[in-house]
């Protein structure tokens, strides 16, 4: 589907290497990683009745939140229609939202707004409007996952340029609403011989509108 997008980065990911990058990212190795991630991150969250994640993809980190917590309600925004078609088979149709994190506008505020590996594939330039989004879509919780750097930087990924950026993501959604509090964080390690992350650090942050 030919859509005019923003960002070259959103082409890039609604495109080819976006289907391409689905088959990199399954399996149950995959699966029980994250199993053991998303229980450290909602360790002290109880329960919430309903998660939103941007970038959600096929849908593997929120398979294993329904494992983790089965009535909780889940929903996704994508970009990429072919991994969005196949979210749908994980949280329903009804559930998708096939578009680009710009254009989204949740009608409705979820207990938990979720981002995982995506903040680093956006324009920084766009980084405020997603914050927002974040944000707004969330009614008590924010968590974000990301490689980070106290200062941004630029990665050459997979032979691209301008397709991966470091920093402290947690640092600057922080500096745009001053009510977020960080009450947990924690680091997952590549190298990890039972469950590794990729070198992930995650943010779960409280929000206390002012």
């Not at 859509?3 to 391409?20: I, V």
């Not at 309903?50 to 993809?57: H, K, L, M, P």
């Not at 630029?154 to 600057?172: A, M, P, Q, V």
Request: a negative charge; proline letters at 4%; charged letters at 25%.
């Amino acid at each position: 589907m030919n859509r005019n997008y923003q960002t070259e980065q959103e082409n890039f990911w609604a495109g080819s290497f976006g289907d391409e990058y689905i088959a990199r990212n399954i399996g149950d190795e995959y699966l029980a990683s994250n199993l053991h991630f998303f229980s450290d991150v909602f360790r002290v969250v109880q329960k919430p009745e309903s998660i939103i994640e941007f970038g959600a993809n096929v849908g593997m980190n929120l398979k294993a939140i329904r494992l983790l917590l089965p009535k909780t309600k889940l929903f996704g925004v994508e970009i990429n229609e072919k991994a969005a078609s196949e979210l749908a088979e994980v949280i329903g149709k009804d559930h998708v939202f096939n578009e680009t994190i710009f254009d989204f506008n949740a009608e409705e505020k979820y207990d938990v707004s979720l981002i995982k590996g995506v903040l680093i594939h956006i324009n920084p330039e766009k980084l405020p409007l997603v914050y927002e989004k974040l944000y707004r879509s969330s009614k008590k919780y924010i968590v974000i996952a990301e490689y980070y750097n106290p200062t941004p930087v630029t990665i050459n990924y997979r032979g691209h340029e301008n397709r991966l950026f470091k920093r402290d993501f947690c640092s600057e959604i922080r500096a745009q609403y001053p009510d977020l509090t960080l009450i947990d964080y924690g680091f997952c390690y590549r190298n990890d011989p039972e469950f590794p992350q990729d070198d992930i650090t995650w943010f779960l942050l409280e929000k206390h509108e002012l």
